[in-house]
C-alpha cells in the first residue's frame, strides 16, 4: 500500500517530493531503462511521445541532477569490447548530458532504449518521427556560430525504432521452429542489434550509410542462413526483403525480433495504444475478404463481425512479455457485443482483466463517435480470484482527471457471472443490485425462441413483394411501426426501401421459406430492432410478418407471450438489459434489441401463479393504452405491472419489507376478462382502479413505499429502469 501512494505522488504533476530512499530510487531508474514500450498502432505518435514525456518527469522527480541516469547509460556500453569505441561513446554521453538542458539526456537515451512504435502506413512513421526529433531539438543548446551549425547535434536516426508494418500479421507459418536456428544465425542478430545502436547515434550521411550497407550485408547473409536451418524460404524472403531504411514501403509482417532486435524475442514490458476502430463492413471493403480471413485464421479472438480493434486486443497481449502490461483504449462495445465473445473468452484464458477506466462520458476524440474506456491486462493466466479495478464517474466531464472517478474493486468471479461472459455491467454503479435481480433466473432462450423475423436479403426481397391494402396476406410491420404492447399498423406508413406505404400487405408467396410462413402465421411478440428500451407487442392471430425486427414465440413452462411481454417491458428488465448492454448504446440513447441479446437476458423462476398474474396484469396494461382510459389509471396500471415483476426476481426481499401483490391481486384482478366487451372492460379497470388505490388500500401503500423502503435495490431498479 505505501508503494502504492509512493508511485501515485511519482506519477503525478505534482510538487511534492517523492517518498522513496535511494536503493528504491535506483531500482526505479534502472526498470525504467531496461524497459520496452511499444504502441502497435502508433499513427502520428502520440501515445509513445506522451510516454516519453511522463517517463522524463519521473527521471527528473528521481534524479533532478541526471548523474544517476547519467551512470546508467555509461555501465550500459562498459563492455563494449573495442576499448576506443567505447571510450567514444563514454565521451558523447558526457557531451550529450553537459551541452544541453537536462531533458535532452533523459529523452536521447529513453528513445534509443526504450521506446518503440508500428503503424501500417509510412506516412504516420514519418510523422512519428518527426514528432520525436522536434522533441528534442527543443532541449539542444544552441549558438551563433554557423561554422559548427549553431552547435544544433544532429539528430538520432530512428528508423529501427518506428517501423512502418503490418501488426497483426507475423512471419509466414510453416511448420518451422525459430527457436532450432543455427548459433551463427544469433551471432549475426547480435551483430545486427549492435549495428541498431550505433546507427541511431550516426551523426554523418557517410556513416549513417555505412551502417546502413552492413546491415544490409548481414540480413543478405540471415537470409541465406535462415533457408537452410529453418528449410522455410519464404520465411527467409520475409526477413531479408524487409528494409528498415526504406521510407516508402510497409513490410506485410510485423516481428519485433527480426525488427528490432533479438533483445525482444520474449516481448515488451508494456504495450500502450490506441488501435483502429473499424466495423467489419468498412475493413471487409478497404482490405478486402481474403484479407479480413487471413486475420480471423490467425485470432481467436475474431469472431463473429468483429470490429478492427478486437484483434489487436489479442496481439498487444501476444507481444508482451509474460508478466508484461497492455493498456488500450478502445470503444466500450467488447465488453457486451456479440462480436466481442472471442475476446472475452481469449482474456479469459490468457490474461488477468486488472482495470477499466470509463471514458465514455467525456469527449476524448473529437471525430471518432464512440464510447471509449481504458483496459489494463497482464499477461499471465489466472487459476486464482483476483480483483479488477473499475474506475466510473457520476457525471460527464469536459476532460479526464483520474481524481474525477470513483475507483471500487469488484472479484474476478463475476467475469464468467452472465451468459457468454458478458462484461458490460463492470462499469455500473448497480453491480450488486444485478447480482441479486439475476440470481435465480434462467435465460429467455430457455423458455422461449427467439429470432430474426428476416434476415437482410429476405427484407430486400420480401420488401419488394408488399403490396397495399387490400390484398391477401400478412399485415407488415418495422421497427418504426413497433410501440410499447402495440402496433402502429395503418396509422403511421411503413417506409422501406424509398417507398411510404400506409397499409402494407406481404402477399403470400412461394418466394417465403416455408419457416417464414410457419412463423408469421404463429403466435408470436414481435420487437424492435432499435429503441430507448423494450418495444413490443403480442400478435395472438398470426396475421402480422416484419421486416427487420425479431420475435419470440412458442413460450414453455407455464409462460405466456402476454406474460412475457409484461416481463420485458417492465423497468427490471431495462435495469437489467442497460447492465448487460449499455455498452452497445449509440447516438439518442438507442439501444439494439436484437435476438442474440434478447435470448441471454434473465427470466426470474416464477410461481404458476406469479405467471398468470403478469398475463391479467399484461391484458390490463393493453387495455389501458386506449385513449378512452384516463391517463392516471394508465400511470397506475403501468406502476402495478413493474411492481408484479419486481416480485417474480426479488420475492423474499420484498416479503421482508412487505412489498408483495401477487396474492393482494389475485381476487381482484379475477373479476377482469379481456374477452369481455370494451366498455365492461373499462368499467372493470375503473373499478380496479379505485379500489387498488384507494388511500387505505395496501397495494397503493406498497406502490407509494417501494423507493422508501428499499433505497439500495428497488429504488436504484426503479430510478434506472426509467428511460
Known amino acids: 500500500e505505501s508503494a502504492a501512494i509512493g508511485l501515485g505522488i511519482l506519477f503525478a504533476y505534482t510538487e511534492k517530493e517523492h517518498l522513496f530512499m535511494e536503493p528504491e530510487v535506483d531500482a526505479l531508474l534502472d526498470a525504467i531503462h531496461t524497459s520496452k514500450i511499444l504502441d502497435p498502432a502508433c499513427g502520428s505518435g502520440a501515445f509513445p511521445m506522451g510516454v516519453l514525456q511522463k517517463l522524463v518527469y519521473i527521471i527528473h522527480k528521481l534524479d533532478p541532477n541526471n548523474e544517476k541516469w547519467k551512470q546508467l547509460q555509461i555501465d550500459q556500453v562498459a563492455d563494449m569490447a573495442d576499448p576506443v569505441r567505447r571510450q567514444n561513446t563514454i565521451e558523447d554521453i558526457e557531451r550529450d548530458f553537459a551541452e544541453n538542458e537536462d531533458d535532452y539526456g533523459r ?54 525504432k518506428f517501423v512502418a508494418a503490418d501488426t497483426l500479421r507475423g512471419l509466414p507459418q510453416e511448420g518451422h521452429q525459430l527457436d532450432l536456428v543455427i548459433p551463427e544465425v544469433d551471432a549475426i542478430e547480435a551483430e545486427i542489434e549492435l549495428l541498431y545502436h550505433r546507427h541511431f547515434t550516426a551523426r554523418t550521411r557517410r556513416k549513417k550509410r555505412g551502417i546502413q550497407n552492413d546491415v544490409q550485408d548481414l540480413r543478405a547473409r540471415l537470409t541465406r542462413l535462415l533457408a537452410e536451418s529453418l528449410g522455410s524460404k519464404k520465411v527467409a524472403e520475409h526477413v531479408a526483403e524487409w528494409d528498415p531504411f ?15 532486435g533479438r533483445s525482444l524475442a520474449d516481448g515488451f514490458d508494456v504495450v500502450i495504444g490506441n488501435p483502429p476502430y473499424q ?87 473529437e471525430s471518432a463517435s464512440v464510447y471509449p474506456v481504458i483496459t489494463i491486462l497482464s499477461h499471465a493466466r489466472q487459476n486464482r480470484v483476483y480483483d479488477i479495478s473499475l474506475g466510473t464517474v457520476s457525471r460527464p466531464r469536459d476532460e479526464f482527471n483520474i481524481e474525477d472517478y470513483q475507483i471500487v474493486e469488484e472479484s474476478s468471479e463475476s467475469l464468467g ?49 408488399i403490396c397495399e391494402h387490400p390484398c391477401q396476406g400478412w399485415k407488415v410491420l418495422n421497427t418504426g411501426t413497433i410501440d410499447p404492447f402495440t402496433n402502429l399498423w395503418a396509422d403511421r406508413p411503413l417506409k422501406h426501401q424509398g417507398r411510404a406505404i400506409s397499409k ?10 416455408d419457416n417464414r410462413i410457419k412463423q408469421y402465421d404463429s403466435q408470436k411478440i414481435i420487437f424492435a430492432k432499435m429503441a430507448l428500451r423494450f418495444e413490443g407487442f403480442v400478435d395472438d392471430q398470426g396475421c402480422f410478418a416484419a421486416l427487420n425486427c425479431n420475435s419470440i414465440s412458442e413460450p414453455r413452462d407455464g409462460w405466456s407471450l402476454l406474460g412475457l411481454a409484461t416481463l420485458l417491458h417492465s423497468d427490471v428488465l431495462h435495469f437489467v438489459y442497460s447492465q448487460y448492454y449499455g455498452g452497445l448504446r449509440m447516438g439518442g440513447g438507442y439501444l439494439p434489441f436484437q435476438a442474440p441479446q434478447l435470448r441471454v437476458v434473465p427470466i426470474p423462476g416464477a410461481t404458476q401463479a406469479q405467471k398468470n398474474i403478469l398475463s391479467v396484469v399484461g391484458s390490463i396494461v393493453v387495455r389501458s393504452l386506449d385513449t378512452d382510459i384516463a391517463s392516471p389509471i394508465q400511470t397506475f396500471f403501468n406502476d402495478l405491472a413493474n411492481a408484479c415483476v419486481m416480485e417474480c426476481y426479488l420475492s423474499e426481499y420484498m416479503a ?14 379475477a373479476a377482469y376478462d379481456p374477452d369481455a366487451p370494451e366498455a365492461e372492460q373499462a368499467e372493470v379497470l375503473d373499478h380496479l382502479y379505485r379500489t387498488l388505490n384507494a388511500p387505505d388500500a395496501a397495494v397503493r401503500n406498497r406502490l407509494l413505499r417501494i423507493s422508501a423502503d428499499s433505497p439500495d435495490l428497488l429504488a436504484v431498479i426503479k430510478e434506472e429502469g426509467r428511460v
Open 107 to 160: 529523452k536521447l537515451y529513453l528513445i534509443e532504449n526504450c521506446l518503440y512504435g508500428v503503424d501500417i502506413q509510412p506516412i504516420a512513421i514519418q510523422i512519428s518521427k518527426l514528432r520525436f526529433f522536434i522533441s528534442l531539438v527543443a532541449d539542444q543548446r544552441t549558438n551563433r556560430d554557423k561554422s559548427k551549425n549553431r552547435r544544433v547535434r544532429p539528430l538520432p536516426n530512428l528508423e529501427t
Open 246 to 260: 526504406d521510407p516508402q514501403t510497409s513490410a506485410d509482417f510485423f516481428d519485433p525480433h527480426w525488427m528490432y
Open 279 to 365: 466495423s467489419a463492413i468498412d475493413h471487409k471493403r478497404t482490405r478486402g475478404a481474403e484479407y479480413r480471413d487471413s486475420i480471423k485464421s490467425s485470432y481467436s479472438s475474431a469472431v463473429g463481425t468483429w470490429d478492427l480493434f478486437i484483434p489487436f486486443f489479442e496481439q498487444s497481449v501476444r507481444l508482451s512479455r509474460t508478466g508484461g502490461v497492455s493498456c488500450l483504449i478502445t470503444p466500450n462495445k467488447y465488453l457486451s457485443a456479440s462480436y466481442g465473445k472471442g475476446l472475452r473468452k481469449f482474456i479469459l484464458e490468457n490474461a488477468r482483466l486488472d482495470s477499466i477506466i470509463d471514458l465514455s462520458h467525456i469527449r476524448v476524440f
Open 417 to 465: 457471472m452472465l451468459p457468454e461472459n458478458l462484461w458490460g455491467f463492470l462499469l455500473s454503479p448497480s453491480i450488486k443490485s444485478l447480482k441479486k435481480v439475476i440470481s435465480e433466473s434462467t435465460s429467455l432462450s430457455q423458455i422461449a425462441k427467439v429470432r430474426a423475423t428476416t434476415t437482410a436479403k429476405e427484407a430486400d426481397e420480401y420488401g419488394a413483394l
Open 504 to 513: 402494407p400487405i406481404l402477399p403470400r408467396s412461394s418466394r417465403l421459406s
Open 656 to 669: 421482508e419489507r412487505d412489498l408483495l401483490f401477487h396474492d393482494a391481486l389475485a381476487k381482484p384482478l
